[in-house]
């Protein structure tokens, strides 16, 4: 009897120690695990181009307010203000980060210009990106470059007091 409750326990303990083995039914893989670290998107002013709606007289008297428009490719028009010339042209920005990598592009447009007190209110604002056109994200050539131009829509009063308005806008872009 004493024999086999040795027996016994030996068998269990067997049982018990393949039960807790790995199976030799199990299977395996492994793969490698990877991160790319990408240049940092840079946005800069090019230097040379600012957004400038030119010198504008505003419209006459009951005529009401008016718009001056500066777009995207540096052109200026009118409807009820009058272009008197001065430098006009659209906003330049240079943007640099990852060679072929795509990107996208908000805007921040002031409230208004101002200037000692009195207000032009901006209308609109819009962007062009080189490489995907107005309103669109962009994609970065193979040397990690892109430029953008901005442009805007101001309303001129009938009664705009004269003097130079300006305001700040913010360009920002990102990886997607």
Sequence with gaps: MFNRKILTAAVIAALAATSFSTSTLAAQAQRDATAVIVTALSVTHDGVNDLSFGDI???GTGGGAGTVTVDTTGFRSALGAGLAGGTFGFGGFNVSGCNNCGY???LSAPANLTSAGNNIP??????????????LPGTLS????DTISVGGVIQIS???????????YTITVDYP
Aim: glycine residues 20%.
């Design 57 to 59: 007289s505003p419209p």
């Design 104 to 106: 996208t592009v908000s």
């Design 122 to 135: 901006v209308v609109s604002m819009s962007y062009e990106t080189a490489s995907g056109g107005i309103g």
């Design 142 to 145: 193979g040397t990690g470059n």
């Design 158 to 168: 009938e009664t705009q007091a004269t003097g130079t308005y300006t305001g700040q």
